[in-house]
């Protein structure tokens, strides 16, 4: 049969900030990301869309310039733009989504349009975003015509028991560790997941895990995960990366084992990441589906499971006093927990040294500084203006052969040393973030 | 009171449903004010690897500085390798450029030059590179 996919879910409005007025940009988003990826490979595709009534004429415009060979409107919103602002584009930390009038929102679904939607042509493949519509009709007639189903779960349900009450199983269900289940902490690894994911008649998952790659289980027999690094670089934004490597995976199955498409899907959407020019996107999508399966399922890249995260800890030297402003560190720290990591702030754990500290209370405070640091398999240093401390506990690690990667927010490093000696020295939080992704996955061979 | 950002959609104005698979090059300029990334120059690279590599295995030395390098498009095991102009492999790219290796196959060849080279107390190289 050859592969024809009908993407399902809301489209919405990506309004994504920049702090260069310039760089700020507007487009459709929600499942208008799988649209474009599904176009970028040259695969036959539709929507079946929720909106907002004013933004019909942009989404039958830009669906059909992207070549979609169905677009149907499934159910309306009102009360809401269905507006998101996105204030962290590129995710090195939480996103900081603002979902404009989110409260008000509602969403009628035209039921006749949800059962005929699917009788207008032989998909092969249903790929559906939930998010604020009922799921049950849609699903189930979606099953009653045999289509394969690939139900992106990142935003809704949290509950996967409807999932139960379908009279054909889920091909794969998919969740990334940017989703409420991960960050509310109801799933913290994988060994939870597919305890949760059995209960929900469903024959895969794809955990997707950020810039730590991603792990498709089999539910249904023994087979043992595949693990697909990602390919982690500076990015302009993660915003819909994830739906472009569920759209390009669902895809390319018909075309490549369950390893050669995820890579493809990693490697494709790392560039959807890189950009906002369509043009340039497609193009990218056309060079990489030239190279052989086999040289793009050899390409490394960053492999780190999400719970393996924590057991590496990270010293976080900095001049973490109460008299300074930590913003900066603040920030590094929010967002290494973000990606689960450990990182530990030696000031705040083990106390401040007062000036009328005795010699005693200091070789305590020393000591523990100094026992943390040997738990740590990399230190972070935060440069916000020569302290001592810092500078110090940076040597030190390098004699320990400890890596040292160097946040300096205010670009004040200059020193001969301090720019030669560490694993990388910048002022982008995100780059940072890579290069402690890259260092604690060596952390982990060892 | 002025405004400022996004006033209007910046979307894709061509037609996929008829120009599909294009391939080859593309434009030189991408939105968001980023340039291609397949053209832009990349410069001080710490080369992974050295040591294991068969450039330093061979001689117990590394090139002098100014040496020029290549960009092999044939991954080594997994790597993009950097070669030396007879051949021999003298690291791997740091995997944040695994990108250049779709570049290559929109037809950008990369070369560029040892920018310093220390044997001692590990073997590194930097490397500036570039499309040619």
Redesign the interface.
């Known amino acids: 049969m050859t592969r024809k996919i009908v993407v399902i879910g809301q489209v919405l409005v990506d ?1 994504i ?1 920049s702090d ?9 988003g929600g499942i208008m990301h799988a649209a ?1 990826a599904l ?1 970028g490979i ?1 695969c036959d595709f539709g929507i079946c869309y929720i909106a907002p009534d004013y933004l019909d004429e ?1 989404i039958v415009s ?1 669906a ?4 979609a060979i169905m677009v149907d409107k499934i159910g309306s919103v009102t009360g809401s733009p269905n507006v998101i602002v996105v204030g962290e584009p590129k995710e090195y930390g939480p996103q900081r989504y603002e979902y404009l009038l989110r409260e008000n929102h509602k969403i009628s679904m035209d039921s006749k349009r949800v059962v005929t939607a699917f009788n207008a042509i032989e998909w092969s493949d249903a790929l559906i975003f939930p998010g604020g519509f009922e799921l049950s009709e849609i699903l189930q007639s979606i099953c009653e015509k045999g289509i394969n189903l690939y139900i992106d779960v990142n935003f809704e349900p949290d509950d996967w028991s409807v999932f139960k009450r379908l009279k054909a199983q889920i091909d794969t269900i998919i969740i990334s560790t940017s989703s409420g289940l991960f960050r509310r902490g109801k799933i913290k690894n994988a060994d939870q997941l597919l305890a949760y994911a059995k209960n929900g008649n469903t024959r895969n998952v794809l955990l997707k895990e950020n810039r730590g790659g991603c792990r498709f289980f089999y539910l249904n027999d023994s087979c043992p995960p595949i693990h697909i ?1 990602a ?4 990015i ?1 934004h993660s915003v819909g990366v994830g739906d472009c490597y569920d759209a390009v995976f669902a895809a390319l199955r018909h075309s490549y084992s369950d390893k050669h498409a995820l890579n493809y899907a990693s ?1 494709i959407a ?2 959807y990441a ?7 996107f ?3 999508c ?3 589906l ?2 052989p399966s086999e ?1 793009i399922s ?5 492999s780190l499971a999400w719970e393996s995260r924590p057991v590496h800890q990270i010293y976080i030297a900095a001049p973490d006093f109460n008299y300074v402003d930590t913003r900066p560190i603040d920030a590094l720290v929010e967002s290494l927990k973000y990606h689960n990591f450990s990182p530990r702030r030696p000031i705040k754990e083990h106390g401040q040294a007062t000036p009328s500290a005795s010699r005693l209370q200091k070789r305590d405070l020393f000591n523990a500084d100094m026992r943390l640091l040997d738990a740590c398999s990399v230190l972070v240093a935060i440069l916000l203006f020569d302290d001592p401390g810092t500078l110090i506990e940076i040597g030190i690690a390098s004699e320990k052969e400890i890596p040292v990667v160097l946040y300096d927010p205010y670009k004040i490093a200059e020193n001969l040393i301090l720019t030669e000696l560490p694993y990388l020295v910048s002022s982008d939080l995100d780059q940072i973030i ?1 290069a402690v992704f ?1 260092l604690i996955q060596k952390a982990n061979k060892k | 009171m002025g405004t400022t950002g996004g006033g209007k959609f910046k979307h894709y104005d061509g037609n996929r449903g008829k120009s599909k698979g294009s391939g080859g090059k593309p434009g030189g300029k991408q939105g968001g004010g980023k340039k291609n990334e397949c053209e832009k120059a990349i410069g001080d690279i710490l080369l992974e690897e050295v040591a294991n590599c068969q450039y330093f295995r061979s001689h117990k030395n590394l090139p002098p500085i100014g040496s020029s390098v290549n960009m092999r498009k044939i991954l080594e095991g997994s790597r993009l390798a950097i070669e030396t102009d007879s051949g021999e492999v003298l690291g791997y790219l740091p995997i944040q450029y695994n990108y250049l290796r779709r570049c290559m196959e929109q037809d950008y060849k990369y070369s560029g030059n040892v920018i310093s080279a220390s044997a001692t107390p590990l073997p590194s190289v930097r490397i500036d590179l570039g499309p040619v």
């Open positions: 309004v900030l260069n007025d310039e760089n700020t940009y507007i487009r459709l474009r176009s040259g942009d830009y059909n310039k992207l070549g690094p390919q982690v670089r500076p302009v490697c790392a560039d890189d950009t906002i020019d369509e043009p340039y497609f193009a990218a056309d060079a990489w030239k190279i040289e050899d390409l490394g890249g960053i890579n890259d």
